[in-house]
T-cell receptor, first 111, second 117 residues
Framework: GQQVMQIPQYQHVQEGEDFTTYCNSS?????IQWYKQRPGGHPVFLIQ?????EVKKQKRLTFQFGEAKKNSSLHITATQTTDVGTYFC???????????FGKGTKLSVIP | GAVVSQHPSWVICKSGTSVKIECRSL??????MFWYRQFPKQSLMLMAT?????????EQGVEKDKFLINHASLTLSTLTVTSAHPEDSSFYIC?????????????FGEGSRLTVL
């Protein structure tokens, strides 16, 4: 079945440093989504990428979808303490409604 | 955005009892809802896909007689953990999408933390 691998599992950064998490799928995806889960909370949708090579920005967050639609990344510029949480990617295979979640990257920001 | 409500948020029960968790889409209709289990510091594990008016589709390794899912209406799905044991203690989360089945973003409930004594 479809597998989505996400690295790193943990990342500790100093406030103001950049942060990147990467996702790789074993199969070609129709779309990929990113979610953020704050400690003790539930996942919250951030963005969806659909097109090959797509790049989307949300303030300090930059999301990319690979040309082959098998990998994606989330980059945060100049992290802030409010960025703390676990970031999950979730990929959807062609013709499927089911999302497969990566294991997530837990981001800690040291003030 | 769309709202998915989950109840209860916390539940503590004795071993052997059954616990029902409700998942409601408050401002949209959902023919499909998803149930996940999340262990501490781990990712979301899809347990089953709940289909309105028909049987749920369970993921491999998930006991359907243990985790009963009912999707009686377009806004409500329930997960019943039957004869709960301590190893069933976990964070259970539901999700639903108001969009099309293959492109819509998921909205998650707040989650239900189950502790079985």
């Amino acid at each position: 079945g479809q597998q989505v691998m996400q690295i790193p599992q943990y990342q500790h950064v100093q406030e103001g440093e950049d942060f990147t998490t990467y996702c790789n799928s074993s199969t070609t995806l129709s779309n990929i989504q990113w979610y953020k889960q704050r400690p003790g909370g539930h996942p919250v949708f951030l963005i969806q990428l659909v097109k090959s090579g797509e790049v989307k920005k949300q303030k300090r967050l930059t999301f990319q979808f690979g040309e082959a639609k098998k990998n994606s990344s989330l980059h945060i510029t100049a992290t802030q303490t409010t960025d703390v949480g676990t970031y999950f990617c979730a990929g959807r295979g062609a013709g499927s409604y089911q999302l497969t979640f990566g294991k997530g990257t837990k981001l800690s920001v040291i003030p | 955005g769309a709202v998915v409500s989950q109840h209860p948020s916390w539940v503590i029960c004795k071993s052997g009892t059954s616990v029902k968790i409700e998942c409601r889409s408050l401002d949209f209709q959902a023919t499909t809802m998803f149930w996940y289990r999340q262990f501490p510091k781990q990712s979301l594990m899809l347990m089953a896909t709940s289909n309105e008016g028909s049987k749920a589709t369970y993921e491999q390794g998930v006991e359907k007689d243990k985790f009963l899912i009912n999707h009686a209406s377009l806004t409500l799905s329930t997960l019943t953990v039957t004869s709960a044991h301590p190893e069933d203690s976990s964070f259970y989360i539901c999700s639903a999408s108001p969009g099309t089945a293959d492109t819509g973003e998921l909205f998650f409930g707040e989650g239900s933390r189950l502790t079985v004594l």
